[in-house]
Nanobody
Framework: QVQVAESGGGLVQPGGSLRLSCAAS????????MGWYRQAPEKQRELVAA???????NYADSVKGRFTISRDNAKNAVYLQMNSLKPEDTAVYYC????????????????WGQGTQVTVSS
């Protein structure tokens, strides 16, 4: 009974900022890598940013210097601070977490949130 849920999306003008939040809940034993993906209509899903349990990060070239990923292990949460937003950032953003369930198998499995819409427009 593990689930992941995002929040924080919305409509913002170019140059504006948004902060996305994601929290995992349920019978969690451990969480390894967490990340954010996005998908625009008729486009492929792409990795935006990822962070390991130790804090190592990876960003898509298109968002480097503008987005910052962080996590709070005590809260099983990951965040994405998005600054200097551009129209090209418009997409549905999905939270991903590799989780080992305390009630399931011993391996880590990917869990996905339902997605939150981010629209950057004048």
């Amino acid at each position: 009974q593990v689930q992941v849920a995002e929040s924080g999306g919305g409509l913002v003008q170019p140059g504006g900022s948004l902060r996305l939040s994601c929290a995992a809940s349920g019978n969690i034993f451990s969480i390894n890598r967490m990340g954010w993906y996005r998908q625009a209509p008729e486009k492929q899903r792409e990795l935006v940013a990822a962070i390991t349990s130790i804090g190592s990060t990876n960003y898509a070239d298109s968002v480097k210097g503008r987005f910052t990923i962080s996590r709070d292990n005590a809260k099983n949460a990951v965040y994405l601070q998005m600054n200097s937003l551009k129209p090209e950032d418009t997409a549905v953003y999905y939270c991903n977490a590799n989780i080992r369930s305390s009630s399931g198998s011993y391996y880590y499995a990917p869990y996905w949130g339902q997605g939150t819409q981010v629209t950057v427009s004048s």
